[in-house]
C-alpha cells in the first residue's frame, strides 16, 4: 500500500465537492426545496416530495370569534354543532367530555346535495384538541353521541372567523350569528 500524495488527497476532495454539488442541485432542492435550476426534479419527478407553498398570513373576511358551549347528553343521545367556513378558513378548538363518546368531525360543502358531508375523523374518545383548515366553503363540525349508559356533558371551545354556527338537535336546526363582517359593527 502507498501512501497517498498531497496532490491524491487534494483530487480526490475536489471530486466530492463536485459529486456534492451537483447531487444537492440535481436532486436536493427539487425534492426539498422546489427549486430545479436543471430540470432533473421535473424529469424525476421529484418536485412532487418538496412541500407546497403556504402563504404565511391570510386577510379574514370575518370578525374573530371565540365560542363556548356545553351539551348534556343522555345515554344514546346526540348533537351536532358546526360552523360556518370559507375555504381556506382555520379554527383553534378543544372539546371536552365527561365521559366517552362517538365523535365525528366532518364538512358539508356549499355545493353538495343534502346530507352529504366529508368525514375527516372518527373516533371514541374523551376530548381532542387542535386546529381544522376548512378545504371547502360550508358548515364544518362535530357529531357527538354518547353509547354509554349514563349522562355525559361535552364542552367546546373554538376560535376563528366564523359569521354563524348551528345546533342540529331533537331533529331541529337552530342558526346562531356569531361574528358580523368588519364595518357592520
Known amino acids: ?8 488527497v487534494l483530487a480526490a476532495t475536489a471530486a466530492a465537492l463536485l459529486l456534492a454539488t ?8 427539487p425534492a426539498e426545496y ?17 412541500p407546497a407553498e403556504q402563504e404565511a398570513l391570510a386577510e379574514a373576511s370575518e370578525k374573530y370569534v371565540t365560542d363556548t358551549v356545553t351539551f348534556e347528553l343522555a345515554p344514546f343521545e346526540s348533537v351536532e354543532y358546526k360552523y ?4 381556506g378558513d382555520g379554527l383553534v378548538f378543544s372539546w371536552r367530555a365527561t365521559g366517552e363518546l362517538v365523535a365525528e368531525l366532518h364538512g358539508e360543502p356549499d355545493a353538495a346535495p343534502a346530507g352529504v358531508a366529508d368525514s375527516f375523523e372518527l373516533t371514541r374518545a374523551a376530548g381532542r384538541r387542535g386546529t381544522y383548515q376548512a378545504p371547502f366553503a360550508g358548515w364544518h363540525g362535530w357529531f357527538w353521541q354518547n353509547r354509554g349508559t349514563g349522562p355525559v356533558s361535552v364542552t ?8 354563524a354556527a348551528r345546533i342540529y338537535h331533537d331533529g331541529r336546526v337552530q342558526e346562531i350569528p356569531k361574528g ?6
Open 180 to 185: 358580523t363582517p368588519p364595518g357592520s359593527e
Open 84 to 87: 360556518r367556513l370559507a375555504a
Open 22 to 29: 451537483v447531487a444537492l442541485v440535481a436532486f436536493v432542492l
Open 156 to 163: 367546546l371551545e373554538a376560535a376563528g372567523f366564523f359569521p
Open 1 to 8: 500500500m502507498t501512501a497517498a500524495t498531497p496532490r491524491a
Open 34 to 50: 422546489g427549486v430545479d435550476p436543471l430540470g432533473s426534479g421535473r424529469a424525476m419527478g421529484l418536485l412532487a416530495l418538496a
